[in-house]
Every structure is written in C-alpha cells, then in structure tokens.
C-alpha cells in the first residue's frame, strides 16, 4: 500500500457500519482505526496519523489491507474490516497436526484434509445431496438446534475413503480421538443448509410452495437498485377490530398475524418500499401488486449523494 494507491481508494463506497452496536472498548478501538484510515486517505503524514490515533504504521498497512478484502456480497469489507476480532478471511491451517494429550490442536485439519484431497470433498457433496443423511430441528431454552440423523454410516464411509486416498495412521482424522465425526458434522452441516430448498428437503419437506426448479446465485450489485430483495417480517403483536354494526352490537375481530412486507436495495440496504399484510400468510405476488401498484420505483436517499434512478419491475421474477 503506498500514497498512489491510496489516492485511488473510496471509503465513501464501503458500506456503512453502526459503531453503537460495539461495546465501549470496542467502538474506541474502531473510531481510531476509522480516523487513522480517514487520515491516510487525506494525505497525512505516518507522524500525524500516529500522533493523532496511536495507530502505527504497520498495523495501519494491514488494517488498508483487510478492508479491501472482497466480501461475500460483492464490495469490499471496508469500515466492517476494523471491527476488533473481526475475520475477513476464513481459518487456513499452516502446521502439520499435533494433538495434544487432551485432544486439542487439529483447529483447522478437516479444511486442510478437504483442500489436499477434493475427491472427499466432493465425495461428501455428492452425499448429502444423495439424501445419506437428514436434517432434525429441535426447539430448546438457547434456541433451534439443528442435528444430522445418518451420520454415524456416513462417518464410516469416510473413514474408508480417507484410507482409499492413501491417509494412515499417522494423519488426520485417524490420529484424533474420535475419528473427527465432529469436524464432519460441521462440514455435512454446512453443506446441508447451504439453500433453503436442500434443508427443507433434508428436514422432510416434499413441495417446496414458490421455488423455483433450478436455484442460481444471486448477482452482485454494483451500484444502487442493481439488486435488490423482497424479505416479510412476521410482527409480535396481536390486534382486535371492533366493528358496531347498525343494530348497535359490538362485532369483534382478532388478528393474529401480522406481516411487515419490504423491499430493500442490496447495495445500499436502503427500504424502496414496504407493505403491511393482514393475512396469515403472505405470497411474492403481494410485492407486484399492493406494493408496487405503478411498476417504478424512484429513490432519492441523501446518502447516496448522486442523481436519482428509476427501475422497472416487470414481473414478480424481478423481485
């Protein structure tokens, strides 16, 4: 990172993060890294920056390098990249595995096991989505919890292909203590939930109400109204309507539900629209037409400080 290169950055195009919801430790840590960032952007000297933050310069080189780390949604990690112990990118084992007495030091093994053989991991997909294993939803005290039916057969079959691929006694995961069923669950885990329709498949579910045959990932949005999201929120409230009717009796009506539908822009997370829904349930076609009555959107929020854009809604498929 040098002051060419910084001359071309544009922290006004990072998204934008709330420092509230930091604790006090946290948000003083992040306001000084934001300014010390700010600064270098400005074209302050490393003395001034240092003086003024505490942040040194080589911690200020890696604190430009992480938010230009790009994020799964397409930008970059920007401000969200000074958040204390925050991680831009995922664990990457180094060292060769080596328990300890107690078990503890394979952090990292079954993403390196996966990354040197991708048959397995391959292997493993080709699985799940096979059906080897289901996928149970418990409701408990400290919330849902999900738990794999199948994966003691499943675990078997891999052991059997980790000795096919050529792995001995001496490796991973035949030299851990459970043969590192654990780190698989979480790996089958995550390939189960990894869209909605192969969860509720693997949960039970047999017609998926709306979805589509074939699942492609979102596109990324570049600049606003490029993309955006039709999300409902179920309310926690409940509403009575008293209606008198011209006999004079009081009629009572109970709502149960409550719906707050809304549609938001991906790259800005701004709300273009939004809908309060009476029903019990709720359909995509709400969105096309309580909330959209005229097809066009016009947005002019004064944080995106350019002209404003108009987008066409065709069709539901927009959405």
């Not at 950055?9 to 300014?35: F, G, K, M, T």
């Not at 991680?87 to 990457?92: C, I, K, P, T």
């Not at 959209?292 to 400080?305: A, D, N, R």
Request: charged letters at 25%; a positive charge.
């Amino acid at each position: 990172m040098n002051r060419r290169t910084a001359r071309e950055l544009d922290p006004s195009s990072w998204a934008a993060l709330d420092p509230s919801v930091l604790s006090e430790h946290a948000r003083a840590i992040y306001a000084a890294r934001r300014q010390a960032i700010e600064l270098y952007v400005a074209n302050a000297s490393l003395a001034v920056i240092e003086a003024s933050t505490g942040i040194r310069r080589g911690h200020l080189y890696r604190h430009l390098e992480r938010c230009l780390v790009p994020h799964e949604d397409g930008r970059v990690f920007g401000w969200r990249a000074l958040v204390p112990y925050g991680r831009v990118r995922g664990y990457r084992r180094i060292a060769k595995v080596k328990l300890q007495p107690d078990g503890s030091g394979a952090a990292g093994a079954m993403d390196e096991l996966l990354q040197r053989h991708p048959a397995i991991a391959d292997w493993i997909t080709q699985q799940v989505r096979a059906r080897r294993v289901a996928v149970e939803q418990t409701s408990t005290s400290n919330g849902l919890r999900i738990r794999l039916r199948g994966l003691k057969h499943l675990h078997g079959d891999f052991l059997r292909r980790c000795r096919a691929a050529g792995l001995t006694a001496a490796d991973y995961p035949f030299n851990a203590q459970r043969m590192g069923i654990r780190s698989l669950a979480k790996v089958v885990r995550a390939e189960c939930l990894r869209s909605f329709g192969r969860g509720a498949r693997l949960a039970g579910a047999t017609h998926l109400k709306g979805m589509p045959g074939g699942v492609t990932a979102a596109p990324v949005a570049q600049q606003v109204l490029d993309v955006v999201e039709f999300d409902g929120h179920r309310l926690d409230v409940r509403l009575k309507v008293v209606v008198r009717d011209p006999l004079g009796f009081e009629q009572q009506f109970e709502i149960e539900r409550l719906w707050l539908l809304v549609i938001i822009d991906v790259f800005s997370r701004a709300v273009l629209g939004y809908h309060v829904c009476l029903s019990r349930e709720y359909s995509r076609n709400v969105a096309a037409e309580e909330m959209l009555p005229s097809g066009t959107v016009t947005v002019v929020p004064p944080m995106w400080g350019g002209p404003a854009r108009a987008h066409n809604f065709d069709t539901c498929a927009d959405l």
